[in-house]
Nanobody
Framework: VQLQAYGGGLVQPGGSLRLSCAAS????????VGWFRQAPGNQRELVAR???????NYADFVKGRFTISRDNAKNTAYLQMNSLKPEDTAVYYC?????????WGHGTQVTVSS
């Protein structure tokens, strides 16, 4: 199983980014997917997740600003991030949860700064 996350970068406060997570070696459509993030000195924290049935959950600190989605035909999950704040600066990691196992992609850096 391989997960490739990309789409991070430097953006000004109030801006937007879309992260993508492409999966291979797994039946993507039947598994839960999600995103965590980790800022320097902080623990990794859940940002958003989507079940195989399309049920989504968000951390309170991103509700109304971030949207998780998935394209099962492309084996890809997305995280649309709007109204970004400096405190959203972190390395973002995608994951797939399958049959009791969690697979992680490498992180992609998101920096929100003027």
């Amino acid at each position: 199983v391989q997960l490739q996350a990309y789409g991070g970068g430097l953006v000004q406060p109030g801006g937007s980014l879309r992260l993508s997570c492409a999966a291979s070696g797994i039946i993507f459509s039947i598994n839960a997917v999600g995103w965590f993030r980790q800022a320097p000195g902080n623990q990794r924290e859940l940002v958003a997740r989507a079940s195989s049935g399309g049920i989504t959950n968000y951390a309170d600190f991103v509700k109304g600003r971030f949207t998780i989605s998935r394209d099962n035909a492309k084996n890809t999950a997305y995280l649309q991030m709007n109204s970004l704040k400096p405190e959203d600066t972190a390395v973002y990691y995608c994951y797939v949860f399958s049959v009791g196992n969690t697979y992680w992609g490498h992180g992609t850096q998101v920096t929100v700064s003027s």
